[in-house]
């Protein structure tokens, strides 16, 4: 069993459909569960729906599930609507029953004068005041029509006057059946003077009024440009205003980076006077320490002997092929040894001078090894004694094919300060 108003459903807005119990005995199930009564119960698809309770041994009558279709599928079981043309019928007054010319119809408010009476009208002010601003603005297209309701009343009172004309032009009578036809045109010849000028104050106040329409409609028209130019200009600035400030610290990251290129730059050359500088210093103390007094040159293949001075491999055997004592301070050559820490040395100094010292110095190392690698050949004699005298060494396929010897008076300057140059002490080419 239910109730004459077990429940009601709605539609929200959202298109969420809920169910509401109105404090029933039996109640609304939903899903087997019974609801809370006087509030909403959301619904989803596929909700079971219950009104009341079963009767024992029977099932639920009314169990509704909740679907969804669409509407033209079930518009033919929806419940028709209403016609608003009908009206209840009511009993008319005596003064409706009348004919429509009665002065109750005609004349709807009196004067001093009940003979002349004009209709009642709004004022254009009030009239204005009542119409709301759709109203307003749909008043243009109404214009034409009044126009043409104007020429009408018009025409109706060209007509009417023409008839009183024909009537009073006639002579008078005392016939009171006539009076009252003239009467009752003169009237209708006010009425429609009274419409006719309601009608093109109407018509004037439309116009005023579609007028200031059109001026406020501009007037916003060009208050919105206005306000839509300001915010284009606010926005202009603004983003000339961004753009300033990006270029101000674009021009201080430049002008840092120019500062450390030129902090850079001074210091590389700072570092470069700093190398030359060194690599000067290094070139000096190679000419004066580490130089051979033979040849003048670095140290190549460095020998130490046992008086502790340094000469050229080569230079020394050449020198010793000649003399075999010391060219610095004469004393007996005992023996001679590598000094590998004072070539390491130079060349690790080496590799800090200028190309040219270093093309210079392959130069000799690969003439010296060239002689070295040279056919030799010793000539020996069979006389002893003369062993020492006759013997000769002879490089064949050298650039060194002459031995130079450097007397000790006049290569080493040590014993004598006015060397010869026409003596037998000069340099001594040694031949075949």
Known sequence: MISRLHCTFKQREDGQWTV???????GVWVNGKRISAEEPHHLRIGDSIQLGVPITGTFVEFDYILVQRRLKDIKHYLTKRRKDGKKSKRKLTVEEVEPSTSKPKLYRCSSGDKSFVKPCSLSPVKWQQRLSPSQLEDTGPNLQ???????????QVDDTQRQVASFGGKPQQADPLRE???????????????????????????????????????????ELLKKQLDEALQEQKKVIDELALSREGFEEILLAKNKELEVSKEEKEQARAQKEEVVTQVTEVLENELQCIICSELFIEA??????????????????????????CRRAIQSQTRCLALDNCIDSMVENLSLDMKSRRQTLIT???AAHSGAQVMVIHDDDSSRSSDSSMVSIGSSLSSVVSVDTYSSVHLDSSTPSSDSDESLDVFGD
């Open 180 to 222: 009252e036809p003239v009467r009752e045109l003169q009237g209708q010849l006010e009425t429609l003077r009274a419409k006719m000028h309601g009608m093109e104050t109407l018509e004037k106040s439309l116009g005023e009024t579609k007028r200031k329409l059109e001026e406020e409609k501009t007037q916003q028209q060009e």
């Open 303 to 328: 020998v130490i002997l046992n008086c502790a001075h340094s000469f050229c491999s080569h230079c020394i055997k050449q020198w010793r092929k000649k003399k075999d004592e010391c060219p610095i």
């Open 145 to 155: 029509m009044y126009s043409q309701n104007i020429l009408i009343l018009r025409e």
């Open 367 to 369: 003439e010296r090894k």
């Open 20 to 26: 509401t119990d109105k404090k029933t005995p039996n």
